[in-house]
């Protein structure tokens, strides 16, 4: 016997460990793309382009091209003419490491080497980014010389893109437009939820099963599927009663309809899990089933609603097709998620624009999930266990 027990709690103990690494690798594989969106964001624009987000902490070496500055520039020195500058625009920190006039030998050159360019042309630069073009006969043309050097660039970070992003026209009144649109989006299917989710959990009437299958099937019936339909019916019932297509009215209502069935379905198993002893000794001493709704559940099945106010928060926040279709595309109508999208425009490979939008959008939800988080694991797992 003694056997035994020390197998199985070997056998407890190895399960533990095994959930908590794999816990620790779900939260690092979910936390490392974030980590990148956040560091690419601060990054500057030309860095970006040049390294992952990974080698942002690192002096990271680049070849650029640049042309140096034109004839017009040249002064005649001990019989020759030179034309001096430098290839930095903003010198300081970068350091030039090799250089060369051809692209397929961007680094034929050491740095300080004075290189012969041929027909008496001479190329000198340095460490620092100075240089000294000279030679023999006069420089012609509009044009200065183009040349190749590989450099070494110190990390640098910049709140540049969020300036960008944030001062852009519109900003401001699409983050209110998307607050409008999902606090109440979020609180109106908790709150018709709730007494639905009682009412299957805990009273008896006709067609009560029917109900539950109802809102079992509707959990499977696609988004896209149902769009369409649900706005011909919001536009019919709107021209009837004189109601604007385009309101905060109708993504409320639409957001709601999307969201109720996994509303009641979450909150109704969690609820039917409650203590029966509890709701019987209340009907009892005479409470009606809305004093045991208001006084005894909700108490109870605030982890539940935290749980599904999460996910509804998050649905909605990150939304933008219901936004498009009930609310509009107009500069006043537009969601943070559409304005975010229509400054991006057709500029996909400007990741600085990318990466700093990603990261706004996801900062509200974050700071709702970690205000929350204590409830989450413990009402979800709660509402899918418990309850039949």
Request: net charge neutral; charged share 15%; no cysteine.
């Amino acid at each position: 016997m003694a056997h035994a027990s020390g197998k199985s709690a070997g056998r407890s103990s190895f399960g533990k460990w095994a959930v908590h690494i794999a816990a620790l690798l779900f939260v690092i594989v979910w936390t490392i793309p974030t980590l990148g969106i956040l560091v690419t964001s601060l990054r500057d624009k030309d860095q970006i382009v040049g390294s992952g987000w990974w080698a942002s902490f690192f002096s990271s070496t680049q070849v650029q091209q640049v042309r140096l500055a034109g004839p017009d520039k040249q002064v005649e020195k001990d019989g020759k003419f030179v034309i001096e500058g430098n290839v930095f625009e903003n010198p300081g920190g970068t350091q030039v490491s090799a250089f060369g006039a051809r692209a397929q030998e961007p680094t034929k050159f050491e740095v300080g080497t004075v290189a012969d360019l041929g027909d008496g042309e001479t190329l000198q630069i340095n460490a620092d980014g100075s240089y000294v073009q000279s030679s023999i006969k006069k420089f012609e043309g509009s044009r200065g010389q183009r040349v190749y050097f590989s450099s070494t660039v110190p990390p640098r970070f910049t709140t540049e893109n969020y300036g960008n992003v944030l001062t852009s026209e519109g900003v401001g009144r699409s983050f209110l437009n998307s607050l409008t649109v999902t606090i109440p989006a979020t609180i109106i299917p908790i709150m018709i939820a709730a007494f639905a989710a009682y009412a299957l959990a805990w009273m008896r009437f006709p067609g009560r099963a029917l109900l539950i299958a109802v809102i079992i099937g509707l959990l499977v019936v696609p988004l896209q599927m149902a769009l369409i339909p649900l706005l011909e019916m919001y536009n019919g019932v709107g021209n009837l009663f004189g109601v604007p297509s385009k309101t905060y009215l109708g993504i409320w209502l639409a957001h709601t309809g999307f969201g109720l069935p996994f509303a009641i379905y979450l909150l109704r198993s969690y609820i039917a899990g409650l203590p029966r002893e509890i709701m019987e000794s209340a009907r009892i001493d005479g409470a009606s089933d809305f004093e045991i709704f208001m006084k005894i559940v909700l108490p109870l099945s605030f982890p539940v609603l935290a749980s599904f106010a999460i996910f509804q928060f998050l649905w909605v926040w990150n939304d933008l097709l219901v936004a498009m279709v009930f609310l509009g595309t107009g500069a006043n109508e537009l969601v943070l998620t559409g304005k975010l999208n229509a400054l991006l425009g057709s500029r996909g490979g400007d990741w600085d624009i990318l990466t700093t939008s990603a990261f706004i959008t996801i900062i509200l939800p974050l700071i709702v999930f970690f205000s929350l988080q204590r409830y989450f694991v413990r009402g979800l797992l709660a509402g899918s266990v418990k309850g039949g």
